[in-house]
């Protein structure tokens, strides 16, 4: 009797725990479902919800960040201060280098989400300098420490006040100056850079990393948006806005500065293929542009620890010095 007691008790306890996992494998796919049906709502329906999707400015990474200690994150010799812009002060950065001599000065553009303490961003700032950089970095209107709500007119305006900084601090050097952007930085970069070509005072080069062709197609491309890309009404209400957004492709015809295009092949958040299809646009435009294909699984955000990149860096510096 005892044996076939506790027979049954198993058998009861394997059926318990059977019902429970399928139970909670249910909920769970119902409460994934309904928070994707939430969020596509909010999407079609609110244009607010749709910029900050694509801006991203309220994810403040890392969390509770002290910007007026940059050495909590491993950075010395930082200058923090605010920019005064349209928009109310902007947080800033300028981490100088101690290389004698220095190689020229960098205003890096960083692409959605987080701040200037995030640490991809820190780790390539560090690189920069150990290469000889002086770097600006900011946070757009809206992020990290910086008033106002992102715009693509307004994060471009804010670029503007921050180049004419820099601008001001590198003249008695006479050292070159060069605009890097990240991501969505990228669209930044190329639209600060067309208004310097059009005002005949252009960077000496431009530099775009995992870049995209446009913010529609990054967009379609996007891993969190394929399952709303399904969608019959997805162009019609959700990404309406971004087909006319950020159009990289199109206002690079108007860079005529060196360009730098560096992207990893295993990039998961903006694909391989519209950093090339920008690289391509670029060409017909006969621009002077240099395409760099990394292939060292450093996806979207790792590329400043590729074992290439000052090569790469040196290898362009030479190409800008012949303009």
């Not at 399928?22 to 928070?35: D, G, P, V």
């Not at 701040?115 to 990290?144: C, E, M, N, P, W």
């Not at 310097?196 to 530099?207: A, E, F, I, N």
């Not at 955000?301 to 860096?313: A, D, P």
Request: aromatic share 14%; hydrophobic share 35%; glycine share 8%.
């Amino acid at each position: 009797m005892g044996y076939e007691d506790s027979t049954e008790d198993k058998v009861d306890g394997d059926y318990s725990l059977g019902r429970i996992i399928k139970t909670s494998l249910k909920y769970s796919i119902a409460a994934i479902l309904s928070t994707y049906a939430f969020f596509g709502t909010l999407m079609c329906i609110s244009r607010d919800f749709r910029n900050a999707v694509l801006f991203l400015h309220i994810v403040n990474v890392p969390l509770f960040a002290n910007f007026s200690k940059p050495i909590d994150y491993g950075l010395e010799n930082v200058d923090n201060f605010y920019l005064e812009g349209e928009a109310g002060k902007l947080g800033s950065w300028f981490i100088q280098s101690k290389s004698d001599p220095i190689r020229g000065f960098i205003l890096y553009l960083h692409g959605n989400g987080g701040t200037r303490a995030t640490s991809h961003r820190v780790g390539l700032y560090k690189k920069l300098t150990q290469f000889g950089f002086h770097v600006l970095v900011i946070d757009y209107r809206g992020f990290g420490d910086s008033d106002g709500y992102p715009t693509e007119e307004g994060v471009v305006e804010d670029s503007l006040l921050a180049w004419n900084w820099m601008k001001d601090r590198s003249v008695a050097s006479e050292k070159p100056m060069f605009i890097w952007g990240h991501s969505l930085g990228t669209g930044v970069a190329i639209q600060l850079s067309k208004q310097l070509c059009d005002q005949g005072s252009p960077p000496d080069g431009l530099v775009l990393e995992s870049p995209f062709s446009n913010a529609y197609d990054a967009a379609k491309t996007h891993p969190l948006a394929k399952p709303y890309s399904i969608l019959p009404f997805y162009d019609e209400y959700m990404v309406k806005e971004l087909k006319f957004a950020f159009q990289n492709d199109k206002w690079i015809q108007n860079v005529t500065t060196p360009i730098l295009i560096i992207h990893d092949k295993s990039d998961h958040i903006v694909p391989f293929k519209l950093g090339r299809k920008l690289c391509l646009a670029a060409r017909n435009y006969s621009l002077d542009v240099q395409c760099v294909d990394i292939d060292e699984k450093l996806y979207h955000k790792y590329i400043y620890k590729s074992k290439r990149l000052e090569e790469i860096i040196r290898n362009f510096e030479v190409r800008t010095a012949k303009k």
